[in-house]
C-alpha cells in the first residue's frame, strides 16, 4: 500500500472529524497529522487574537465617533487597523490552505466570507460613510451583530450559527 500525500490524508482527517460529528477545530487538529498540527496551531491563535484585536478596535473606534473624540484622527489609529485586518485576512486564508479546505463544498465556510464582506461594508458606513448619525449608529450595530454572527459560525461550523449550538 502507498503511503498517502500529506493533503489527502489531511483532506481524509477533516473529513472523518466532520462525520465523526467533531465541530470544533481542536477535535479535528490532533487528526491532521503529517506535522502541520503546529502551523495550525499557530495560524488558529493568530487568527483568533487578530479577530479579538479588530473586533476591539472597531468598537474602541466606535465609541470616540459617538463620543467626537479627536483620537479617531490619529494616524496610527487610521493605519492599523487596516494591517489587523490584513493579518486577520491572511491568517484565515492559511488556515483554509492549511486545511486543505474545499470552500465551495464547505456552506458555513462559504457564509463567514459573505457575511465578512457585509461586515467591512457595515463597518466603512458606521465609521464615516454614513451621512447621518443615525445611519452610522445603525450601521454601528448591523456591524457588531453580523460579526457575533460570524464568530457563531466560525465555532459552530454551520451557517445557523449560534443557534446551532443550542
Not at 483568533?48 to 479617531?72: C, D, E, H, K, Q
Amino acid at each position: 500500500m502507498q503511503p498517502c500525500k500529506p493533503y489527502v490524508g489531511i483532506l481524509t482527517a477533516l473529513r472523518v472529524a466532520r462525520i465523526g460529528g467533531a465541530t470544533h477545530n481542536a477535535e479535528i487538529a490532533p487528526q491532521i497529522g503529517h506535522g502541520k498540527t503546529g502551523m495550525y496551531e499557530t495560524l488558529k491563535l493568530v487568527h483568533i487574537g487578530t479577530a479579538i484585536l479588530t473586533i476591539s478596535g472597531f468598537i474602541l473606534r466606535g465609541y470616540w465617533m459617538f463620543s467626537g473624540s479627536p483620537n479617531l484622527q490619529l494616524k496610527v489609529v487610521k493605519v492599523l487597523p487596516h494591517i489587523v485586518d490584513t493579518v486577520f485576512l491572511v491568517s484565515g486564508i492559511a488556515l483554509i490552505v492549511t486545511l486543505n479546505l474545499p470552500v465551495m463544498s464547505q456552506p458555513w465556510l462559504l457564509m463567514k466570507f459573505v457575511a465578512l464582506v457585509v461586515y467591512i461594508v457595515l463597518g466603512a458606513i458606521a465609521l464615516g460613510r454614513g451621512k447621518t448619525m443615525r445611519a452610522r449608529t445603525i450601521a454601528f450595530l448591523l456591524a457588531l451583530a453580523t460579526f457575533a454572527y460570524i464568530v457563531g459560525v466560525a465555532l459552530s461550523k454551520s451557517t445557523a450559527s449560534w443557534f446551532a449550538l443550542i
